[in-house]
């Protein structure tokens, strides 16, 4: 915009200089009668015969001859006014043959401004003999021989420069919108070529995060190549803390049960108060024991990165096993899996989750047991529930069941930890576990768990 605008003023410029220069020379040209009263401009030589007032031809400019031409001059002379009161306006003296019989108009601002500076060209917007826009100049002058000022009017048909105002503006808009969409278009190609070995960083990375890749395997840039390597230092430490962490929790959980072992072993021997103590004692230590290493294990799993569990492999395996150890009741275990579901954990943890809740459908529930495994809404989260047949469970013990050591029915064998170690490992997992009502009459469990991104 601020192009266009220069461009128009310059050629505008150009234009006041040419209609100063026509002035200069009328002004030079222009000569009082004998009678101090007409006015004449020097004529060319024509061969024509004209009076002093409206001359046939002059050496201003030849245009000025052709009628309507767009190039048009006046001589007139300010019209006495009341006294103390500003001239009304103009009279012509002398116009050129273009202007045919009409007028050029004054200044808009009135002729004082023009009367306080003598000889300097006053510019101005007006319209011509044929009503087009023009590009005037008034200058006021005296001539020898003659008391009055006289104005001097000069003016040019505008058009051609504001058409090429217009031109110049479209060209120039064209070439930054072409300059524009080339630079877009560089800069595109830019960035999906030059940094496509970034691109293809993230997505390797994204791909070990989702356990497809433990690894970042690909060659890159000697640029972004420290950064690769560092990304796959930095996975060997973690997973050199998680194994660390396992070995710290394995040996601790021998280290602890041992000698907890004994101490059963040598109650069991005696029959007295104390052995009774030291045997219920041991007993519920060695559950402590159980229960906080089987959550820092699962914290320990949850926060390595890559670990991909299919789930339909581990149902598969589960329901199998659980049917064989029921096949006295004849139980059967429907289930059902989404292509693909894959559980961002251990499978050991999994194993252990879907175990435990099969088995307490299968045990306390009828023949029929239904177990399904979807995606949830949520990214990165799935759902596992599984569903009986059997009497189900009160509203008011559905919180109950899921502490450690309750149990659904005290005839039936058991310790009572099924469901509060689905909790616990379902927790160290972000997850969690809700209880609810079958539609098959009995129980159905709910739980939620990381999904791995396929």
């Known amino acids: 915009m601020a192009l266009n605008l220069f461009y128009r003023q310059t050629t505008e410029r150009r234009l006041q200089a040419s209609l100063s220069e026509v002035s200069d020379a009328l002004i030079s040209d222009a000569r009082i009668g004998r009678d101090d009263k007409s006015v004449s401009v020097q004529q060319v030589d024509t061969g024509e015969k004209s009076n002093d007032r409206v001359p046939p031809a002059t050496v201003v400019d030849a245009r000025a001859n052709r009628a309507y031409s767009g190039r048009y001059w006046q001589i007139a002379e300010p019209l006495p006014g009341r006294p103390g009161e500003p001239s009304p306006g103009l009279r012509p003296l002398v116009r050129s043959r273009s202007l045919w019989d009409a007028d050029l108009k004054g200044p808009p601002g009135g002729l004082e401004p023009l009367l306080a500076r003598p000889g300097r060209p006053v510019f101005y917007d007006t319209v011509g003999a044929a009503g087009e826009p023009v590009r005037a100049a008034a200058t006021v002058s005296l001539l020898r021989g003659r008391v009055e000022p006289l104005v001097f009017l000069v003016a040019e048909d505008r058009r051609p420069i504001d058409q090429d105002a217009q031109r110049f503006a479209w060209l120039t808009a064209f070439s930054l919108i072409a300059l524009g969409g080339g630079l877009v278009a560089a800069v595109f190609f830019q960035v999906r070529v030059g940094l496509r070995p970034l691109f293809e960083l993230g997505h390797e990375i994204g791909d070990v995060r989702k356990g497809k890749a433990l690894r970042l395997s690909q060659s890159y840039p000697q640029e972004i190549e420290p950064l690769a390597d560092e990304m796959n230092a930095l996975l060997a430490a973690n997973q050199e803390v998680v194994e660390r962490q396992r070995t710290h929790v394995g040996n601790l959980a021998h280290a602890l049960k041992t000698p907890l072992s004994v101490m059963l072993t040598e109650a069991g021997a005696e029959e007295n108060t104390l052995a009774e103590v030291v045997r219920r004692q041991a007993t519920l230590m060695r559950g402590q024991v159980d229960h906080h290493l089987r959550r820092a294990r699962a914290a320990a799993r949850a926060q390595s990165v890559g670990e991909r569990t299919p789930v339909e492999e581990v149902i598969d395996e589960m329901a199998v096993m659980i049917e064989r150890v029921f096949q006295e009741k004849a139980v059967e275990i429907d289930w059902r899996v989404d292509d693909d579901l894959c559980f ?46 059997g009497p189900g469970l009160p509203e008011e013990r559905r919180e109950e069941v899921l502490k450690r050591g309750s149990r659904l029915d005290e005839s039936a064998p058991g310790s009572g930890l099924g469901l509060s170690i689905v909790d616990e490992l379902a927790r160290a997992y972000g997850g969690g576990v809700a209880l609810a009502r079958s539609d098959m009459g009995g129980l159905k469990v709910v739980i939620e768990l990381p999904a791995a991104e396929v």
């Open 344 to 389: 961002r954990g251990e499978r050991q943890d999994l194993q252990e989750i879907v175990g435990n809740v099969l088995e307490n459908a299968c045990k306390y529930g009828g023949r029929k047991v239904f177990a399904i495994a979807e995606a949830t809404g949520d990214p990165g989260r799935m759902r596992l529930v599984v569903e009986d047949d």
